[in-house]
């Protein structure tokens, strides 16, 4: 196979359907005291050590398939023109590369089904084409069945344990000791697709709707707090006498994965592990019609919110940022990356970020989803030298924590374009309680992460209907992927 370079200058973070599409982030250059503030945080992280030791791999190239590349692989010639994230990236390969003399190499990329079908039929031919697949969660997991990779405990100098590594990959993430599919900082989409609420803080000030932030921090953020806030703030801007895209709303509420995240935010996942730690179907809870129900009379019939349905092109979902930035809206659920886009920091009005609101306050912490548009991590059974990939992997993770996610986390989002203390504060609470579901990451469109889309795409809310027809189905996909675990 024919091994390439691919330079992308598109965006840093590559948007796919399955996410409301906004502008990529374009970092410029920040104040001293900004760049002060940054150093601090980096030298917190960088007192942390990988546990690495030595190693030198004689500029052996690490060679990478993604559908991707920016998100962790830049060249020379994009560094240096204003973008701290894409410096910030090149300084962490470069730094990791000459620590261990090996050198970063992009072999393939392109679409993400591309991408997939590619890594399928290269793994099964044999072939050694590639060390590590970074790629889409959902397509990605739609390859697990063909069992084409590692279990990431038996990659060397891997270590769950470190910061770097979310809590998920050594808990849900993981059957029978094994975990083929992980996240890391490496996954710098992980947390700008992470969901959250947004809200303009003028037009909340003026309908008097109190001290968010306070409600949020004090854990009373409810679904029917937020309900009860926009049920009724809707006017008929433009007189015809029906809702629509040219009226005012409490809220706006897309369709596709914006709708789906609720199941989560409302820690109601579609698997969880059983007695024996096996993960099972666990989607039809007891509060699961409640919650069908509740979120069908928010999205159809509360006067307070437009939910649009993409008809057109279900499969790219919706998008109501604009009537957000347009202040039709006060909330507006969206991911982080919406954060750096070139319209938000255009928009003239101050706005503030919430978590995702609870199901009640029986609940104990917010949970936020982090969409299938992020990557994940596998090495393919091919790989002829885990001990190197594990090494890169783990240093580039770690390097990450220390110097990438402070650039884009405590700079981007918590000192350039937040615009106030308590944006930050409810920013630590929402991306520590991101979650990566086990049902969700192996999915793959055919579990039950998609099922609040398709039963609202047919105007359905007969949950027990809906988990009837596609019960049989979601559980042998299920048993598929757990075979694959237990082969292993």
């Given at each position: 196979m ?8 598109a965006s840093?973070?590559?948007?796919i ?14 104040p001293t ?56 990236v ?19 990329t ?5 991408v997939?079908d ?8 044999g072939?050694d ?6 790629n ?39 059957y029978?000791?094994k ?29 008097d ?7 949020a ?16 703030i809707y006017?008929?801007l433009?007189g ?9 709303f409490?809220?706006v ?15 109601n ?17 007891d ?9 069908y ?13 993409n ?12 009537m ?8 507006h ?7 750096t886009?070139?319209r938000f ?32 991590l596998?090495?393919?059974k091919?790989?002829?030298d ?14 990450s ?5 402070p650039?884009f ?5 918590k ?6 203390n ?11 309680s991101?979650?990566?579901?086990f049902g ?13 889309h398709?039963m ?9 209907s809906y988990?009837?027809?596609?019960y ?16 292993l």
């Amino acid at each position: 196979m024919k091994r390439f370079v691919i330079l992308i200058l598109a965006s840093l973070f590559l948007l796919i359907s399955c996410a409301e599409k906004e502008e990529a982030p374009v970092l410029q250059n920040t104040p001293t005291e900004e760049k002060e503030y940054s150093n601090d945080i980096i030298a917190e992280r960088a007192k942390i050590s990988d546990g690495l030791g030595e190693y030198n791999f004689g500029g052996k190239k690490l060679r990478v398939v993604s559908n991707g590349p920016a998100e962790f692989f830049i060249e020379d010639d994009m560094r240096n023109k204003g973008n701290l994230m894409y410096d910030a990236v090149f300084n962490r390969n470069e730094a990791v590369e000459k620590r261990f003399n090996f050198e970063i190499e992009v072999v393939y990329t392109s679409g993400v089904n591309e991408v997939a079908d590619w890594v399928t039929k290269t793994v099964m031919s044999g072939a050694d084409e590639f060390d590590l697949l970074i790629n889409h969660t959902m397509t990605t997991a739609n390859t697990i069945v063909k069992d084409l990779y590692l279990n990431w405990y038996d990659i060397p100098a891997v270590d769950f344990s470190k910061p770097w590594w979310p809590e998920a990959n050594s808990t849900t993430l993981t059957y029978d000791n094994k975990c083929i599919l992980a996240v890391s900082d490496l996954n710098t989409s992980a947390i700008t697709y992470t969901y959250c609420m947004f809200f303009n803080k003028a037009l909340a000030s003026s309908w008097d709707l109190g001290n968010l932030y306070e409600i949020a921090i004090n854990g009373e953020w409810t679904f029917d707090r937020f309900v009860s806030i926009v049920k009724d703030i809707y006017t008929d801007l433009d007189g015809d006498g029906t809702k629509s895209r040219g009226d005012f709303f409490g809220a706006v509420q897309a369709d596709h994965s914006n709708v789906n995240q609720w199941l989560w935010a409302f820690d109601n996942p579609t698997v969880s592990k059983n007695e024996e730690g096996v993960p099972t179907l666990s989607v039809k809870t007891d509060k699961i019609n409640t919650i069908i129900n509740s979120l069908y009379e928010y999205c159809f019939n509360t006067p307070g919110v437009y939910y649009e349905i993409n008809r057109e092109n279900p499969g790219a979902g919706s998008n109501v940022s604009d009537m957000f930035l347009n202040k039709q809206s006060i909330f507006h659920i969206g991911s982080m990356n919406s954060v750096t886009s070139e319209r938000f920091r255009d928009f003239e009005d101050d706005y503030g970020i919430l978590p995702i609101p609870k199901w009640d306050e029986n609940q104990t912490n917010y949970t936020n989803m982090t969409y299938g548009g992020h990557s994940v991590l596998a090495v393919p059974k091919t790989c002829p030298d885990t001990e190197f990939v594990g090494v890169a992997v783990e240093a580039l993770s770690a390097e990450s924590y220390k110097t990438v996610i402070p650039t884009f986390y405590e700079i981007a989002l918590k000192t350039r374009y937040l615009r106030d203390n308590e944006s930050k504060e409810v920013l630590d609470l929402i991306i520590d309680s991101r979650v990566f579901d086990f049902g969700y990451i192996y999915d793959g469109w055919q579990g039950f992460g998609w099922m609040i889309h398709n039963m609202f795409f047919e105007g359905s809310n007969n949950f027990e209907s809906y988990y009837s027809k596609h019960y049989s189905s979601a559980r042998i996909h299920y048993k598929k992927i757990i075979k694959v675990f237990e082969k292993l």
